[in-house]
């Protein structure tokens, strides 16, 4: 092993730091959202929605990001 690997904390995968985790695909004439429970990558939810209009709430938004209160697997 190199002396980085053994100084460097390992950085958590995203089953350790989130709940969820939350994919958005776009298309001009449609979107789909899809809500996974990252531990067990089961679907949460999944939805489709037409493409907002410019200005319009949903394309304010922005991203959402919350940390999991899991503790981190050693």
Do not use: K, N
């Given at each position: 092993m190199s002396m980085l690997a053994e100084t460097?904390?390992?950085?958590?995968?995203?089953?350790?730091a989130y709940m969820f985790v939350i994919g958005v695909d776009t298309h001009a004439r449609?979107?789909?959202?899809?809500?996974?429970?990252?531990?067990?990558?089961?679907?949460?939810?999944?939805?489709?929605f037409p493409p907002a209009l410019p200005g319009s709430p949903a394309r304010?938004?922005?991203?959402?990001?919350?940390p999991?209160?899991?503790?981190?697997?050693?």
């Amino acid at each position: 092993m190199s002396m980085l690997a053994e100084t460097t904390p390992a950085t958590p995968t995203v089953a350790e730091a989130y709940m969820f985790v939350i994919g958005v695909d776009t298309h001009a004439r449609a979107h789909v959202y899809s809500v996974i429970e990252s531990s067990t990558g089961a679907v949460v939810d999944t939805q489709s929605f037409p493409p907002a209009l410019p200005g319009s709430p949903a394309r304010r938004r922005g991203s959402l990001a919350v940390p999991s209160t899991r503790p981190r697997r050693s």
